[in-house]
Structures are given as C-alpha cells and as structure tokens.
C-alpha cells in the first residue's frame, strides 16, 4: 500500500483544515488508518484511527471534539477535518496503515501501522 497525504498548509489559530490521505497499490479492504504528527523535535504522536469494517474511532484527548476521521473506501481516501485549530496543532501530519486483526483495530500504536505516507506540513499561527 502506497499512502500519499495531502490538504496541509498555514491557518490562523481558530480555523480549518481537510487533510486527505489516498490509497493505492493494494485494495484499502481490512486496513486500519491512522493519523499522526511530529512536531519539530518531538516524537511522533497519535493523532486519531479507524478501523475497516465497522469503521470504530479513536481520538487522542488533545483533539477529541475538534478533529474528525472518515474514510471513503470507495475512493481509498481517509480524511482528517481537523477544526478550532490550535498553534500546538503545528507538526508534519503522517498517515499510516495497518491490517492486523484484519483491520478492526484502530490502534494508537505506531509500531502497529506498517504503511507510511510522506507528511504533509500543518502551521497554526496565534
């Protein structure tokens, strides 16, 4: 599975952005998708997953009830809304997959998910 992230750029705080991460190379079926990020010098950090079939959520407590995952298995995209942006939302955001368990868990793990995409660039400004 290749896994390219796109949708990222420079937003004052407050405002929105639609991350988008497309599939392809290998059916999306039974994948688990999760989002990440790393802020410069820091580890990269669990951001939200879901699981394949039934499509299960799972936010970290620094974005729960601002930023929603989806994903539309028919386009092989998922999707990243990601509202009342925060400066500390500032980081490269990383998509990631995985078929372990065949895809229903929606780890926060990182050493679960198998596929990477590039990163795409999210700046918050105060």
């Known amino acids: 599975v290749q896994l390219q992230a796109s949708g990222g750029g420079l937003v004052q705080a407050g405002g929105s952005l639609r991350l988008s991460c497309a599939a392809t190379?290998?059916?999306?079926?039974?994948?688990?998708m999760g989002w990440f990020r790393q802020a410069l010098g820091k580890e990269r950090e669990f951001v939200a997953a879901?699981?394949?079939?039934?499509?299960?959520?799972y936010y970290d407590g620094s974005v729960k009830g601002r930023f929603t995952i989806s994903r539309d298995n028919a386009k092989n995209t998922v999707y990243l809304q990601m509202n009342d942006l925060k400066p500390e939302d500032t980081a490269v955001y990383y998509c990631?997959?995985?078929?372990?368990?065949?895809?229903?868990?929606?780890?926060?793990?990182?050493?679960?998910?198998?596929?990477w995409g590039q990163g795409t660039q999210v700046t918050v400004s105060s």
């Open positions: 190379g290998r059916s999306f079926s039974n994948y688990a």
């Open positions: 990631a997959a995985h078929s372990a368990y065949g895809g229903s868990w929606a780890s926060r793990d990182k050493g679960v998910y198998n596929y």
């Open positions: 879901i699981s394949w079939s039934p499509a299960n959520t």
